[in-house]
């Protein structure tokens, strides 16, 4: 069966650290996949976006790789601060996809501590 | 620049009753799309519309019905709402379908539904 996974226990760590964040996916040959922060009661917001033919992308702090023959990625906040304590989804569009439909992985929550 | 805006924000519903929750967004997007939210399972779709007067169903689509009223609104209906449906809902709208566009979603800030 198709699945997306993200690890859902919550990760805590000491501000100033990296915080890696796991996104798993099996059966799925994504033409892309995304990454998006919610914070409590408020609706999901876009962070980044890596292709597959992509290693890698940056966006200030963040990084995120994308490893097609592990069928994963991994979403990297450096010199994390207590702000980006918040849950984070990745999301898929499968590459026979042609109507924009995302698969939301159910997020891992990220706890960052002074 | 408001976004994705729907309403109501909070919502008690009884075993049987119906509503509409209501979306509307004013970035001129093609795409529109209605998901749920529960503990552990993740956003999933309920159903999705690629442009106006087009509906296609998601991962989820029993017990809901959509209207796709016009470009700018995407309306979803709980005929007999059941506790199964008691969630949070969330309204999203995107630019373009497709892998090349790279389809970015923009979210509404949710809807508490809770059915008793």
């Known amino acids: 069966s198709q699945k997306i996974e993200q690890n859902s226990e919550a990760l805590n760590i000491q501000e100033g650290k990296t915080a890696t964040l ?39 702090r963040l990084k995120v790789t994308f490893d097609t023959t592990l069928k994963q990625s991994l979403f990297h906040i450096t010199a994390s601060q207590p702000a980006d304590s918040a849950t984070y989804l ?18 891992t929550t990220l706890q960052v501590k002074p | 620049n408001a976004g994705v805006t729907q309403t109501p924000k909070f919502q008690v519903l009884k075993t049987g009753q119906s509503m509409t929750l209501q979306c509307a967004q ?5 795409s529109m799309y209605w998901y749920r939210q529960d503990p552990g399972m993740g956003l999933r779709l309920i159903y999705y519309s690629a442009s106006e007067g087009t509906t296609d169903k998601g991962e989820v689509p029993n017990g809901y019905n959509v209207s796709r009223l016009n470009k700018r609104e995407f309306s979803l209906r709980l005929e007999s709402a059941a506790p199964s449906q008691t ?26 539904l809770t059915v008793v």
Not at chain 1, 41 to 57: A, C, D, T
Not at chain 1, 102 to 107: C, K, P, S, V
Request: hydrophobic share 30%; aromatic share 14%.
């Open chain 2, 87 to 112: 969630s949070v809902y969330f309204c999203a709208s995107s630019a373009r379908r497709g892998p090349i566009a790279g389809n970015t979603i923009y979210f509404g800030e949710g809807s508490w």
């Open chain 1, 22 to 60: 796991t996104c798993n996916y099996t059966n799925y040959s994504p033409a892309y996949l995304q990454w998006y922060r919610q914070d409590p009661g408020r609706g999901p917001v876009f962070l980044l976006l890596i292709r597959e033919n992509e290693k890698e992308k940056r966006k200030e």
């Open chain 1, 90 to 107: 990745c999301a898929l569009l499968p590459g026979s996809s042609n109507t924009g439909k995302l698969i939301f992985g159910q997020g």
């Open chain 2, 26 to 30: 004013d970035m001129n997007h093609n």
